[in-house]
């Protein structure tokens, strides 16, 4: 190949079709340089052999200047002249493309092979050794009424994202940091992006090849944070149990492509081409915003029709796609690049589609199947953090109390609590009458604020015992975000005082004069972490793991054994969605 070639590692993963000949990959240059000036092809090569053994490789490459219409100017219909690439790469079993400024290929690419699907894309890291700074994500839902997409951008997203129904949502975007390497993967066109300098041919196919064998051999890779989201299941496998009930073009995402490579639209009448008005335009994407219900199947018994909108939902080998005779009338083009309106929805996979069974829909190409609950036990079973001072605890508080004493009975869950915390800054017990927890921990080195709630139990499962404790933590998550008045009035009306008719001082550790310059310390610090902590000595870490392993591994539990994972869930959602970390503190 070219070794002057200077490129970016952007590039479309392919699954390679078995049977590929001369003419499919010819025919995939030969779209590419649609746009070309005539006679402008600098550089033809078509499935040039590389090297030997594993090293081997085959290469396609057209370099050509290509047209690109001048808008601003209609009348003197100018064009600009820019260079332009097609690389076509075979590498083992995949297909590899990296092209700029190039025509629409992506009819001529399904003759030589399949996007590879978003599942086997985001296993070429592991979950573990990356940070997820941002994630896009779709909703599996075409209702009007709620969220259908969101982006979360953080330094690290794993443990700040709440995984409360993440079940129910489909990424299509993600952006990775591993070491100093950044990595963005667009899911719904298979695209693998490493932000680097340009770098020669040589080290383009490595990369490439790098990718690709990490794709096939990701089974030891750590997915505990992306496992949390919905999975891919196989179309005809819903098919057989499910029908498609919603239809939704993505028009959100069709404008914002139509706008971003400055479309035009038009129509042919009588073999006369006529330009849409950008009035036209706006009401062609407004009726596209519409949820279009799915009708019963069609006459041939495999495509089902789409009610009010004289279209048909076709159930093609391993994928759907929509047929409308309004749809082909329309057509696009994208610096002289046409196709029809139905041919970008439907190569581009800009629309969805929901199921009468609604843990099922079909986005970007694929099925998705809703995994709420069993997604989410790996990062539940991190919020508890077994101790083994909590199973000497007989009490919450070590009632009954005696006026003299200064301090909890030590087999009290609360003497324990303050035990395990008695190298912070202040401990403050506010437990009784107005209470923001019962107790109150600064740590001024650490830079975290931690309200932590107790309850003592007889050891078990049950749901019931737990939710009483959540439920305070939750109600309390907004109090966490106190200012220094609010903590110092509650100090000195509740915080300074003796607890209850003993001497055990409320301030059970800490220097009074160094309360004030503390909190300030904190509050301005913009890295304070702010910490709920549930304190509980009825559940057992271990007896918690063995309930929910059997949930993963979906095999009858009781009843109550659920109600405890939605609790748990509920309980971290709520904390992370106000930027709290959740703790439990159990038995081992």
């Known amino acids: ?26 025919a995939i240059l030969d779209a590419a340089v649609e746009n070309a000036f005539p006679g402008s092809i600098m550089v033809d090569d078509l499935r040039i052999a590389v090297g030997r053994g594993r090293n081997r490789y085959r290469y ?7 047209r690109r219409p001048v808008y601003f100017l209609p009348r003197l219909q100018l064009e600009d002249q820019i260079h332009a690439f097609i690389l076509v790469l075979e590498i083992e079993h995949c297909i590899v493309v990296l092209r700029k400024s190039c025509a629409n290929i992506s009819d001529q690419l399904e003759s030589v092979g399949h996007l590879i699907p978003p599942n086997e894309l985001w296993s070429t890291f592991d979950d573990s050794l990356v940070e997820f700074q941002k994630l896009s994500v779709r909703n599996m839902t075409v209702s009007d009424k709620t969220l259908r997409a969101r982006t979360l951008e953080a330094a690290d997203l794993k443990g700040l994202v709440s995984t409360h129904a993440a079940g129910r949502s489909i990424p299509y975007f993600l952006r990775v940091r591993e070491g100093r390497k950044l990595t963005s993967l667009s899911l719904s066109t298979s695209r693998v992006f490493d932000a680097s300098d ?3 041919s040589a080290a383009v196919v490595e990369w490439a090849r790098q990718k690709i064998r990490q794709i096939g051999s990701s089974a030891n890779r750590d997915k505990s944070f992306l496992s949390s989201f919905a999975a891919t299941v196989d179309l005809s496998a819903v098919l057989a149990r499910s029908n498609p009930s919603a239809l939704l073009i993505e028009s959100g995402r069709l404008a914002e492509l139509l706008m971003e490579r400055s479309a035009r639209l038009f129509t042919v009448e009588d073999g006369v ?6 009035d036209l335009q706006e009401r062609v994407l407004e009726a596209l915003e519409r949820v279009f219900e799915i009708g019963s199947k069609a006459e041939n018994g495999r495509d089902f029709e789409v009610v009010g909108a004289k ?96 301090r909890f009975k030590p087999t009290s869950v609360f003497d324990v609590v303050e035990r395990m915390h008695a ?43 737990l939710h009483d404790v959540v439920g305070q933590g939750i109600k309390n998550l907004g109090n966490m975000f106190f200012d220094v008045d609010q903590f110092m009035s509650k100090y000195a ?51 918690v793991s ?19 994972l939605w609790i748990l869930s509920s309980f971290s959602h709520a904390a992370k969605e106000v930027s709290v970390e959740p703790r439990i503190y159990c038995e081992p």
């Open 1 to 26: 190949m070219y070794d002057d070639l200077a490129l970016t590692l952007n590039a479309q993963f392919y699954r390679a079709n078995e049977n590929a000949s001369d003419a499919d990959f010819e």
């Open 273 to 278: 081409k006529r330009w849409l008005s950008t």
């Open 60 to 66: 396609s490459l057209r370099v050509f200047k290509a």
């Open 493 to 543: 009306s509740k915080l300074r005082l003796d607890y209850d008719s003993t001497q055990i001082n409320r301030k059970r550790r800490g220097r009074e004069a160094e309360l004030r310059p503390t909190l300030k310390a904190l509050l301005a610090n913009y890295g304070t972490q702010r910490r709920c902590v549930l304190a509980c000595d009825f559940i057992s870490k271990a007896d």
């Open 198 to 200: 340009r770098v020669p």
């Open 311 to 406: 279209a048909e939902l076709r159930v093609n080998k391993a994928s759907l796609s929509i047929r409308s005779k309004s749809l082909q009338r329309i057509h696009v083009d994208i610096g002289g690049d046409v196709s029809t309106l139905q041919s970008l929805i439907v190569k581009g996979n800009l629309f969805c589609v929901c199921f009468d069974d609604p843990k099922y829909m079909y986005f970007m190409g694929q099925c998705f199947e809703d995994s709420s609950g069993v997604s989410q036990i790996e990062s539940l079973l991190e919020m508890l953090h077994p101790h083994a001072e909590l199973s000497r605890a007989t009490s919450e508080k070590g009632e009954p109390f005696s006026r003299s004493q200064t």
């Open 546 to 564: 063995a309930q929910f392993a059997r949930v993963k591994a979906r095999q009858p539990v009781k009843g109550h054994i659920i109600q405890l």
């Open 423 to 465: 190298a912070e800054d202040f401990v403050f017990c506010d437990d009784k009458g107005i209470e923001w927890a019962d107790h109150i921990v600064l740590n001024r080195n650490e830079g975290v604020i931690t309200f932590i709630h107790s309850k003592h139990g007889k050891q078990s499962t049950s749901a019931s015992k």
